[in-house]
């Protein structure tokens, strides 16, 4: 059976070279063929020896999930739904800033976590994407950027934040990240990767030892562990102050922080009281916190909250000197927007 290319990190690709006596350098020839310059057309490269050109076609594929969908919404978020081998889906979206995109990323078909805010946990897992639809849905946002969008459009950042627990899928995810930064390809840079968790405590406590020094963005949404357990149930096995202990003696760069989305939800955690116990978990560590309104979907009990108590919560936070952004919903009337992605599209 061949090997896709895209799973395979520039290390695992030299290693295949080597162990078959090939250069080597064919490595380097493909991740900048397939990955700096974005060719789907099989690689010929001159320096490519006939040997490792007989080679690369008797032993790796280039599939990439299929985009059987987009939807555009108007201020130009792009939802895409890719299809898979299995005929499985998953969605991804593209979102606009400065003229530059953030790509937000699946990395399994539904989750696992049941969050009660997010779309995604209302369908379970059904299973963990493999390395290569990680980084092909890189590359199939990326062309077609370039097919429908300005020639001159990039995709600045990566967010593991679409459908799934990265965590929950470690070994996936870490490869696809080391593909993203490696300098001999796509080359983004570590501060501009961004894995996002429940706070799936198994996956965090690889993060220091194995995961390369990427962002780290923790599902926050409550600083008491009543409304956290109702609003991620996992928290029942792996309380917050667990997690922060691990999260705490991560290494961070000069000016790195940890991330802290915080969804907020009306009449349920948005009150003066959550945000002084929010201020007082975080007020003496490296944090940076996203408060995000509810996006609604289909089915959801819970409600977007006024824009007085998103500011108001803000201004209690910033009184602990925490920088505070309110993260802009982009996407929502396509369900593109935080918490609402799922398997299939809805209309």
């Not at 490269?45 to 007989?54: F, G, T």
């Not at 967010?159 to 996936?172: I, K, R, S, T, W």
């Not at 201020?279 to 089915?299: M, Q, S, T, V, Y």
Request: proline residues 4%.
């Amino acid at each position: 059976m061949k090997i896709n290319f895209y799973q395979l990190t520039f290390i695992e690709l030299q290693n295949i070279f080597k162990n078959n006596n090939i250069n080597p350098a064919a490595a380097t020839l493909l991740f900048r063929h397939y990955y700096k310059y974005k060719n789907k057309i099989t690689c010929t490269h001159h320096n490519l020896s006939q040997k490792a050109r007989d080679y690369i076609l008797e032993n790796f594929s280039f599939e990439l999930p299929e985009i059987d969908r987009t939807q555009e919404a108007e201020d130009s978020t792009v939802k895409f739904l890719f299809k898979l081998k299995d005929n499985f889906t998953i969605e991804a979206v593209l979102i606009p800033f400065n003229h530059k995109y953030t790509l937000c990323i699946s990395s399994q078909v539904g989750c696992a976590m049941n969050c009660s805010f997010c779309f995604t946990g209302t369908q379970g897992l059904k299973r963990h994407l493999t390395t290569d639809e990680i980084t092909g849905q890189f590359i199939q946002a990326w062309e077609w950027l370039i097919e429908n969008r300005s020639a001159n459009s990039l995709i600045r950042n990566i967010v593991f934040m679409g459908q799934g627990e990265p965590l929950h899928n470690f070994d996936a995810v870490k490869n696809a990240t080391e593909i993203f930064l490696d300098n001999h390809g796509s080359s983004i840079g570590a501060q501009r990767i961004t894995i996002s968790t429940a706070g799936y405590l198994p996956g965090i406590r690889r993060l220091n030892q194995e995961m390369p020094n990427v962002n780290i963005a923790l599902s926050l949404h409550s600083a008491f562990d009543e409304k956290r357990n109702k609003l991620i149930p996992i928290n029942e096995r792996y309380p917050l102050l667990e997690i922060m202990d691990y999260l705490d003696n991560i290494p961070l760069r000069k000016k790195q922080f940890i991330t802290f989305e915080y969804l907020l939800i009306k009449d349920f955690n948005d009150s003066q009281i959550d945000a002084l116990a929010v201020g007082e978990l975080l007020k003496n560590r490296k944090a940076l916190i996203n408060l995000i309104p509810f996006n609604p979907f289909p089915g959801s009990c819970y409600q977007r909250p006024e824009l007085k108590s998103v500011k108001n919560f803000q201004k209690t936070l910033e009184e602990f000197r925490i920088p505070t952004m309110i993260r802009t919903t982009k996407g929502d009337e396509i369900l593109a927007a935080c918490g609402q992605l799922k398997t299939i599209f809805q209309k």
